[in-house]
């Protein structure tokens, strides 16, 4: 079901449906134009509240993946609360803490999650899968490591570099090798926004199906960043796994876990 957060659409998905969405498009034998995949978690949401240009690329993919217990706190707030009075809003959003807390808010649909899972799909079936991203040769050990556990999965990559959106020759050179390629999934691994940017902006030169950007991703998925313990993230407290791991992130757990409930609070008595 496709619902709105702070004017952003989410698709509120399972696991399952989000795969299953996927794998149709990569099945699909007619030609048909490159499908675009965002994982939305809640600096996203932030972000695009003042990038105009985001915005309207997250509202164009063409599945917003709930990346996050607080994405999927959100929505359940602002359904809940929707035409209440203050103290009304007040008691839904103590209510909406506790089903945090309790893990009771359903599954998110993560970027790493996705990854994994779709790789997975890729060795069984014979995916072809292009990664684009990521420094040093992070992006070649992630493509040696998927043959290793997944041997049936097609891959490719490059480590692109920040150059790749600024320098015109170095992007023509890598749309070059992704369409001599063709895969069937590119993941795109720059910064988080900067990714989204780049694939909207070359998803008419690109020949792949489905397109994703997965920030981060590989260095989590090579074991470089320990994984919060799982009780953690059930109970949407992977910031606070995060912020002791790499305490220079104050400023982006911050926007997650104070601007964003804040922001949503107030959207709720915009939808009176």
Not at 34 to 39: A, D, E, G, I
Not at 66 to 88: C, M, Q, T, W
Not at 238 to 261: H, M, T
């Amino acid at each position: 079901m496709r619902e709105k957060i702070l004017g952003v659409n989410v698709d509120f998905v399972s696991r399952q449906e989000a795969v299953k969405k996927i794998s149709s498009w990569v099945e699909y034998s007619e030609k048909q134009p490159l499908k675009q995949v965002v994982t939305a978690y809640s600096e996203f949401l932030v972000r695009a509240n003042y990038d105009k240009r985001f915005k309207e690329i997250i509202n164009k993919a063409d599945l917003v993946t709930p990346d996050g217990i607080s994405v999927l706190a959100a929505g359940h707030y602002l359904k809940e609360s929707k035409n209440r009075n203050l103290i009304f809003k007040l008691l839904i959003g103590f209510g909406t803490g506790l089903d945090i807390l309790s893990g009771s808010l359903g599954d998110t649909v993560t970027g790493v999650w996705l990854f994994e899972k779709l790789s997975e799909l890729a060795g069984a079936n014979g995916w072809k899968v292009f990664l684009l991203g990521s420094w040093g040769d992070t992006a070649e050990r992630t493509a040696t490591m998927l043959l290793k556990r997944f041997p049936g999965i097609i891959v490719d990559s490059d480590p692109g570099e920040k150059k790749v959106g600024s320098n015109e020759e170095r992007n023509k050179e890598v749309i070059k090798k992704i369409n001599e390629f063709q895969p069937d999934i590119l993941c795109v691994t720059y910064s988080p926004v900067v990714q989204e940017k780049w694939i909207e902006e070359n998803r008419d030169k690109l020949k792949a199906k489905v397109a994703i950007g997965l920030g981060g991703t590989f260095n989590e998925f090579l074991g470089e960043f320990k994984k919060a313990p799982a009780w953690m993230e059930k109970m949407g407290l992977k910031w606070l796994w995060r912020l002791i791991q790499e305490p220079k992130r104050w400023r982006r757990i911050l926007n997650a876990v104070v601007v964003f409930p804040w922001l949503v609070f107030l959207e709720s008595f915009k939808q009176e």
